[in-house]
């Protein structure tokens, strides 16, 4: 069998993982992956096409009725099995998410954490894959509805959270039955690729975990495209989620799209203002500002407004940015035209209206020379019609906006195209329940930072996507039901 990889002019090149085997592309062209930090090209992989999704697929679709066949605890043992694996290489694996992504070494070790967590999770699932026996109207029969897989799940992943990402989807779309053909962004394959030679480690059948590398535009669409899968669950953008819907209706595919948020952060008068701003500043500047359900906008009542300001700036103001290998708090950007997009909308806010109260600008001196630097900045802003305030940054910039009420927050929160995430603090329990029926997002954050649970349901509203991932849920979304009428007369 080929290596995962071989060395190239000094720089390792990786190959594709199809029907248990490390394969060429079709195509003889590569993608650079570049370190956010230093913009030096750590690796290669394939710029897969049409070729390589077929490939792909088909191995996924021979391997899948054996794999449903296997019972569930089976299925779950493998998955623990490769959980064990990925912590027993938490370091190697959250050092090569540093170099792809470009977060802080302690986020990418808790992220490395998480994506053993989601499959464990996923295994635990094992023995509650329940049906229903209900009775019928005919004499001598029964109904059975039972939950039985897709068949092939394609899996699309965004570059903030690349390994996290992989392993929230594979772990319950295997164990409801599927197989798998896992596309990372191009941007950060790397994880995703050490992952699947992990599970080379174990007794996986050939074909029942793929992980394909390319473009958005090239594999990506070759793999949505293709009448095999029957499911395809993406995390990814606005632009992508609606790419990908359209060009699923021709086969009816079924969809899981999680894709942006533009998260409210309210702050109500009653509020414990060092609980909100400590919130506040991680729930923004965590991964650079590079998570969906980041702080991207703030409400603050009026009467707290100074006070709440002054201590979140001084907050920001020390956060230590640098060196993601270091001891930091906030590391570059993503990608170059991450960054200018960041610096665009700062300028567009600025020409708006809006006042600087800290950062705005890339960072200047020694050790930011090289990389895809940005000031952790917050704007002050009297206007949420401003396009810093609607549309999402996905970066270390957020704008504050002081309120004269808690009405007030509620209804400029809601003005949203995006419904995925919002924070809320409040010790007035009126109010906190007011937000099940007012505040119109998916996911809603009370008094605390954000940070879902494994075992909880992640979903968004309007732009923010379509379906759900994690617990019981989301897990529902990986099965299809079979009815049977069953008669014995």
Known sequence: MAAMKELVKGTDR???F?????????I????????????????????????????????ARAAQP????????????LLRDLARLILENRERLARIVVAEQGKPLQEARGEIEGAALYLTYAAEEARRITGDIIPSDMPNEQVWIQRVAHGVVVALTAWNYPAALMCRKIGPALLAGNTVVVKSHEGTPLSALEIAQLSTQLDFPPGVINVVSGTGEGMGAALVRHPIPRLITLTGSVRAGKAIFRSAADDLKLL???????????????????AAVRAAVLSRFEN????CICNERMYVHRKIADEFTARFVDAVKALKVGDPMALVDVGPKFSKAEVEKVER?????????????????????EGFARGHWY?????????????????????????IMAVTDFDEGLRLANKSRYGLSAYVFTKDMRRLMRLVRELKFGEIYVNRPGGDAVHAHHAGLRDSGIGGEDGKYGLEAYFQKKTMYINYA
């Open 14 to 16: 990786y190959r594709h």
């Open 18 to 26: 199809i029907g248990g085997q490390w394969v060429d592309s079709t």
């Open 28 to 59: 003889k062209e590569w993608i650079e992956v570049e370190n956010p930090a230093t913009e030096v090209v750590i690796a290669s992989v394939p710029k897969g096409g049409e070729d390589d999704a077929d490939r792909a697929l088909v191995a």
């Open 66 to 77: 054996a794999w449903e066949a296997l019972p569930p605890q089976a299925r779950g043992q």
């Open 256 to 274: 899981r799209l999680e894709l942006g948020g533009k998260a409210p952060f309210i702050v109500a008068e009653d509020a414990d203002i060092g």
């Open 288 to 291: 650079c500002g590079q998570i």
């Open 345 to 365: 909308m700062v300028a567009q806010a600025k020409q708006a209206g809006a006042s600087v109260l800290t950062g705005g600008g890339r960072m200047q001196g």
């Open 375 to 399: 000031e952790p900045t917050v704007l002050s802003v009297n206007d949420n019609q401003m396009a810093i305030m609607q549309d999402e940054v996905f970066g270390p910039v957020v704008p």
